[in-house]
């Protein structure tokens, strides 16, 4: 175990012990332990290495080429929890590996949960994950038309980092995440504005559309939900640093 902490620790991972001990649970032998260590020295994320995320106390499975839940997003979650009522129908767009639904799904009772995104290997992904049918196609165009203002939650973790800025991120995501999961235009709420604009058809009166964007754009954010008709807010957790803007459908 030792000699695993200081390989990785060398490789500049600030946490080697805990993932070390991850890596040596994931290994049935030697070989395959230097093997995922090796994967894990070169740089890629350790989700992919292990084929899963952490995300609400749920094991997402994870593989390369697909969005990596991050921890921040368990707020929206708990954002639409508070409001998901009796059997509510959930649909997440840009569901990337599906956590969002699948963390709404085993804490909500008698769900009936929809997911759809637009890249073939997140959709593969997602279906390992969401208890519900998910499909493959841009926003809501491969949604049921029977959806429509049916809807009691919508939730899209859109990508949202502005197109100049990507060059700036952690190389394990800017290098091995899908570069469609992270760009959000030029001000990064290209894809917010489509989904907030498209959200009245779906949602049922009184149906709320949550989506995770940074502090500094949620201003921006708000201004596209009300112009799509939709009643803003805007929760946000200190410790996690997350931002989530709430639409509600009157």
């Not at 949202?160 to 959000?184: F, K, N, Q, S």
Request: glycine share 10%.
């Amino acid at each position: 175990m030792s000699d695993v902490v200081t390989t990785l620790r060398n490789a500049g991972c600030v946490f080697a012990e805990d993932e070390a001990a991850l890596l040596r649970s994931a290994a049935s032998d030697g070989a395959q332990l230097a093997a995922l260590v090796a994967r894990r020295v070169a740089g890629e994320p350790l989700e992919y290495v292990l084929g899963w995320a952490g995300f609400r106390g749920l094991r997402i499975a994870v593989e390369p080429g697909v969005f990596v839940p991050r921890r921040r997003t368990e707020f929206l979650v708990e954002q639409a929890i508070a409001v998901a009522g009796q059997a509510p129908v959930v649909v997440d767009v840009c569901c990337g590996s599906g956590a969002i639904g699948a963390a709404i799904a085993a804490e909500v009772p008698d769900v009936s949960l929809y997911a759809a995104d637009v890249d073939p290997v997140a959709v593969r992904c997602a279906r390992r994950n969401v208890p519900g049918p998910v499909f493959e196609g841009d926003l809501y165009t491969p949604l049921p038309a029977e959806l429509r203002g049916r809807v009691t939650i919508l939730v899209a973790n859109v990508p949202y980092v502005p197109t100049d800025a990507i060059a700036t991120m952690p190389p394990e995501a800017r290098v091995h995440e899908p570069r469609a999961a992270l760009d959000g235009g030029p001000d990064g709420l290209s894809i917010l504005r489509r989904v907030a604009n498209e959200a009245p058809q779906w949602l049922a009166r009184g149906g709320h559309l949550f989506v995770e964007t940074s502090e500094r754009q949620a201003p921006a954010a708000v201004k596209a939900f009300s112009g799509a008709g939709l009643i803003p807010s805007v929760a946000t957790c200190e410790d996690s640093g997350a931002t989530v803007v709430r639409g509600e459908r009157p």
